[in-house]
């Protein structure tokens, strides 16, 4: 797990880090109006969401990285 946090006070609901996401980790939540965290063991830490967050709201902790996996088949 690498997403940790996003923090819900900074998060204004815009839903780009949803729409930067490539593996579905991060979903928009209707009750709150805010993104949260669906997914996190799936987050393949390329930083995309919090790249692309316009308020700084979203928190990736590198140190929790894997080793790379790769596969052919």
């Avoid at 006070?9 to 593996?23: D, F, R, S, T, Y």
């Avoid at 902790?61 to 790769?70: E, F, P, Q, R, S």
Wanted: negative net charge; contains cysteine.
């Amino acid at each position: 797990m690498t997403i940790s946090l996003i923090d819900p006070e900074l998060c204004n609901g815009c839903g780009i880090c949803v729409e930067a996401c490539p593996v579905d980790v991060i979903r928009f939540d209707a009750a709150t109006e805010r993104a949260i965290i669906a997914y996190a063991e799936e987050c393949m830490a390329c930083e995309w969401c919090a790249q692309d967050c316009p308020r700084d709201a979203i928190v990736v902790d590198l140190a929790k990285t894997g080793a790379l996996m790769t596969s052919w088949g």
